[in-house]
C-alpha cells in the first residue's frame, strides 16, 4: 500500500538552528500538508500546498516556516531559527484531491526536539 | 471561539465490548467530519469520514453518527479489539471545499482495551 514517508524520524537542535524536515508524499497525490503535533496536545494544521504554491496557512506558519517542492517526489519543511516552543512531532500529509472525501494520508511524524 | 472538543480524555473497555467515542464541535459551518486513529508513535489514520447532508455511516465494525441539532459526532466500534487500543481524534473541515483539508482536530480520547 502507498504511504507517505517523513525523514528524519527524530531530530535533535539547537535553539536558533535551522531545520528540514523532509517528506515523500504518495506519488499520485497533488495536495501536500504538514501539521504538528506538541506532546498531548492537539494535531494542529500549519499549511498546505498545491500547484507549487501554497493554498492555505495557519498563524502558526509564520515568517520562520517555510515549504517548497524542490523536485518531483520531495515536499519539505524548513524551520529558519527553531525556538523551544517548536519542539514537536511534525506530520506530512498528501490527498489526491481537496476538500470532502479527499481523504489525508499521514506519514509516521518527524519529532524534533529544540534544546 | 470555534473549537472541536471531546467529552472522555480516556475510555476502557472490555475485549469485545462495543465502545463509543464521544466529540463536539462548535462550528455549524463545518459541513464534513473525520475520524482518527493514532497508535502510538504513528501518525494519524483515517477510520471513516462523514459529510453534513448525513447523519449516519457505517464502515466495517465502525459506525460515526453526526448530530447536527447538538453539534455532536460519535464513534462507535462494535466488537472492540486489543488492536483497537490508540487514541482517536475528530477532526473538522469547517471551510468545505474552499480551504480544502484545513482541518481542525479535537483533543483526543484514548481508548484502551482489556482482555
Known amino acids: 500500500e502507498p504511504e507517505v514517508t517523513q525523514t528524519p524520524s527524530h531530530q535533535v537542535t539547537q535553539m536558533g538552528q535551522e531545520v528540514i524536515l523532509r517528506c515523500v508524499p504518495i506519488s499520485n497525490h497533488l495536495y501536500f500538508y504538514w501539521y504538528r503535533q506538541i506532546l498531548g496536545q492537539k494535531v494542529e494544521f500549519l499549511v498546505s500546498f498545491y500547484n507549487n504554491e501554497i493554498s492555505e496557512k495557519s498563524e502558526i506558519f509564520d515568517d520562520q516556516f517555510s515549504v517548497e517542492r524542490p523536485d518531483g517526489s520531495n515536499f519539505t519543511l524548513k524551520i529558519r531559527s527553531t525556538k523551544l516552543e517548536d519542539s514537536a512531532m511534525y506530520f506530512c500529509?498528501?490527498?489526491?484531491?481537496?476538500?470532502?472525501?479527499?481523504?489525508?494520508?499521514f506519514g509516521e511524524g518527524s519529532r524534533l526536539t529544540v534544546l | 471561539g470555534e473549537s472541536v472538543g471531546l467529552h472522555l480524555p480516556t475510555l476502557s473497555v472490555q475485549e469485545g465490548d462495543n465502545s463509543i467515542i464521544n466529540c463536539a464541535y462548535s462550528?455549524?459551518?463545518?459541513?464534513?467530519f473525520i475520524w482518527y486513529k493514532q497508535e502510538s508513535g504513528k501518525g494519524p489514520q483515517f477510520i471513516i469520514d462523514?459529510?453534513?447532508?448525513?447523519d449516519k455511516r457505517q464502515g466495517q465494525r465502525v459506525t460515526v453518527l453526526l448530530n447536527k441539532t447538538v453539534k455532536h459526532l460519535s464513534l462507535q466500534i462494535a466488537a472492540t479489539q486489543p488492536g483497537d487500543s490508540a487514541v482517536y481524534f475528530c477532526?473538522?473541515?469547517?471551510?468545505?471545499?474552499?480551504?480544502?483539508?484545513?482541518?481542525?482536530f479535537g483533543g483526543g480520547t484514548r481508548l484502551m482495551v482489556k482482555p
Open positions: 462550528n455549524s459551518a463545518s459541513d464534513y
Open positions: 500529509a498528501s490527498s489526491e484531491y481537496t476538500g470532502v472525501g479527499g481523504e489525508l494520508f
Open positions: 462523514i459529510r453534513s447532508n448525513m
Open positions: 477532526a473538522e473541515n469547517p471551510f468545505g471545499q474552499k480551504a480544502g483539508n484545513m482541518l481542525t
